[in-house]
């Protein structure tokens, strides 16, 4: 029933937000087509309920912040008490940022010097603007499929029908042309296309940037000789190379992917899971890059933000930190996604679904389409277009009939945090079975 005709209270209010707040949500894709009155009531470990009384077993996970689950105990605390001891200077520095930056920079392998930022796309922002700053160039490159945030100079050629892959598609009209154009789109995994590009504007490009897993389309996994080759061809044309890890950043490894990979890169991007949900971000990477930044007057690129190092997200920063380096929290995240992975794809066989499922450590996406194998995964955009988009957005809708949530939204990956247990997995197991069926039934 429409929130039109419903004077349920949920429905009440999610038609006022639609009244004030346009689209009814304060950010873009968290207004699902077919669930018009989501409206969030609590959120604990796993799961969150709902104004109309429903609760859902979240594998979502709000894009991907809170690995240890919501609201983790710990996390909260210390988000608190900062906020009672310390509220919010804004001069000077505290102890935590010391603290913080030092971390990152001992754990992350490009990192020696680090500034913080409220969100990535600040963070991915001010990467550009210092590696423009630093070689005095004027191109960026970026990947099909790759999203690194809602800045102009990036904010194209994510999720592209087929007719615009090759050429530029932006995500938002207002756009400069002349912005636009000077970002060069390529494929991802294809390290032919990054040296022949290299070879005809590599005196002009600034920086390269890469989620080193472009997890906003799902996962595509990298070519180990793909992330070498950005490294080789960005330090023979002096560019900066920056891997924007805003997801795969202490999610899949406390080091990041450059860790996993052994490629590091000039710059980092961090967000999401450094924090377990509280808006901070970072940039971080090498000291003569990231001393070009003017945090004291006269230096060339400008960098500033009233709520950067806020002592409360710092501190849920730290308390974040502190529990991934105590508690086995990769291990068993890492074991209920191989288990997520194993079984679905079993499920499937079973099934006779043309189906991959694949992703990396807690991360899992299923792609309909044949011709794929876990061995064997999607590489490039271009491979993501044989999914069964009506399939893949169909099931998770029926999974909201189960009370399992997993965004119904193309190539949208899910998550898995510290708080689900394998009755949570067991549950989505069946779930799945149920919701692939009712889709294919209609
Ligand atoms: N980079 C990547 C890889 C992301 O996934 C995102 C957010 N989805 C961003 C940057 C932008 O971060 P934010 O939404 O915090 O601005």
Same mark, same amino acid.
């Given at each position: 029933m429409s929130a039109e005709q419903d004077g349920t209270p949920a429905a009440r209010l999610a038609r006022r937000a639609r009244q004030v707040v346009p689209g009814g949500v304060n950010s873009g894709q968290r207004s699902i087509p077919g669930l018009t009155d989501l409206v969030v009531t609590g959120t604990a470990g796993a799961r969150f309920r709902t104004a109309d009384?429903?609760?859902?077993? !979240?594998?979502?996970?709000?894009?991907?912040?809170?690995?240890?689950?919501?609201?983790?105990?710990?996390?909260?605390?210390?988000?608190?008490?900062?906020?009672?001891?310390?509220?919010?200077?804004?001069?000077?520095?505290?102890?935590?940022?010391?603290?913080?930056?030092?971390?990152?920079?001992?754990?992350?392998?490009?990192?020696?010097?680090?500034?913080?930022?409220?969100?990535?796309?600040?963070?991915?922002?001010?990467?550009?603007?210092?590696?423009?700053?630093?070689?005095?160039?004027?191109?960026?490159?970026?990947?099909?499929?790759?999203?690194?945030?809602?800045? !102009?100079?990036?904010?194209?050629?994510?999720?592209?029908?087929?007719?615009?892959?090759?050429?530029? !598609?932006?995500?938002?009209?207002?756009?400069?042309?002349?912005?636009?154009?000077?970002?060069?789109?390529?494929?991802?995994? !294809?390290s032919e296309a990054v040296r022949s590009a290299f070879a005809e504007h590599g005196q002009d490009i600034a920086a390269v940037i890469v989620e080193p897993v472009p997890h906003n389309v799902g996962a595509l996994l990298p070519h180990q000789e793909f992330l070498r080759t950005l490294r080789e061809e960005t330090t023979k044309a002096g560019s900066v190379l920056v891997f924007d890890e805003v997801i795969t950043g202490f999610r899949h490894d406390l080091g990041g992917w450059q860790r996993i990979s052994g490629v590091t890169p000039d710059l980092t991007t961090l967000g999401k899971a450094i924090a377990n949900g509280a808006p901070v971000a970072a940039l971080g990477g090498r000291a003569d890059l990231m001393d070009l930044f003017s945090t004291t007057p006269g230096a060339p690129a400008f960098f500033a933000g009233t709520y950067n190092g806020h002592p409360s997200v710092v501190a849920a920063a730290l308390a974040t930190l502190r529990k991934l380096r105590e508690e086995p929290v990769h291990e068993h995240v890492f074991r209920l996604g191989d288990r997520v992975r194993r079984e679905l794809t079993a499920l499937y066989d079973r099934l006779g679904v043309p189906a991959v499922v694949t992703g990396y450590g807690s991360v899992f996406v299923t792609y309909f389409m044949p011709g794929f194998t876990p061995d064997a995964p999607p590489r490039t955009y271009r491979d993501l277009l044989a999914n069964d988009a009506s399939l893949f957005v169909g099931y998770r809708r029926h999974l909201t009939e189960h009370g399992l949530f997993e965004l119904p939204l193309n190539l949208k990956r899910s998550h898995i945090s510290y708080a689900h247990t394998d009755a949570d997995i067991d549950r989505l197991l069946e779930g799945t079975e149920a919701a692939v069926g009712a889709a294919l039934a209609e």
């Open positions: 009384g429903r609760e859902f077993t !979240d594998f979502h996970a709000a894009f991907g912040p809170p690995l240890l689950g919501h609201n983790d105990p710990d996390v909260a605390r210390a988000t608190e008490e900062a906020g009672r001891s310390l509220g919010h200077m804004g001069v000077g520095i505290t102890e935590g940022e010391v603290h913080l930056a030092e971390q990152l920079a001992e754990l992350i392998p490009s990192v020696e010097k680090l500034l913080l930022t409220s969100t990535g796309s600040e963070a991915t922002f001010h990467a550009l603007r210092v590696a423009r700053a630093a070689t005095g160039r004027r191109l960026i490159v970026k990947f099909q499929g790759c999203y690194h945030g809602w800045h !102009d100079a990036v904010s194209l050629n994510v999720i592209s029908a087929p007719e615009k892959v090759g050429g530029h !598609d932006p995500i938002s009209t207002g756009i400069l042309p002349e912005v636009l154009a000077a970002t060069l789109v390529l494929p991802f995994n !294809d």
